[in-house]
């Protein structure tokens, strides 16, 4: 089991760039994909990228293709998401997330409390 807190969230100008990190108590953080959502006030939570045990497989939404970068560092235990070219649109509260499939999100069990970033335009 493993429990996510995430960081690095703040308020950032368009075009700006953000690290947001999720640091991962307990054990077993290589056993588990690992990925980031946001959801945005008024919209559905919605799946931003993730990333498989030992970071050989990534997907990310249309959406943040080419500007979103994740990975992580399994003896830290920590995952991060590096962000550029902010756009207004990406203004969400943003979660890690983690579990055993890395196709079933639906199934992922330990989630983050969330990480508000804000973007101006």
């Known amino acids: 089991q493993v429990q996510p807190v995430e960081s690095g969230g703040g308020l950032v100008q368009a075009g700006g760039s953000l690290r947001l990190s999720c640091a991962a108590s307990?054990?077993?953080?290589?056993?588990?994909?690992v990925g980031w959502f946001r959801q945005a006030p008024g919209k559905e939570r919605e799946v931003v990228a993730k990333?498989?045990?030992?970071?050989?497989?990534?997907t990310y939404a249309d959406s943040v293709k080419g500007r979103f970068t994740i990975s992580r560092d399994n003896a830290k235990k920590t995952l991060y998401l590096q962000i550029n070219s902010l756009k207004p649109e990406d203004t969400a509260v943003y979660y890690c997330a983690a579990g055993l499939d890395y196709f079933n999100v639906q199934d992922w069990n330990y989630w983050g409390q969330g990480t508000q970033v804000t973007v101006s335009s």
């Open positions: 307990g054990s077993n953080f290589g056993g588990y994909s």
């Open positions: 990333i498989s045990r030992i970071g050989t497989s990534t």
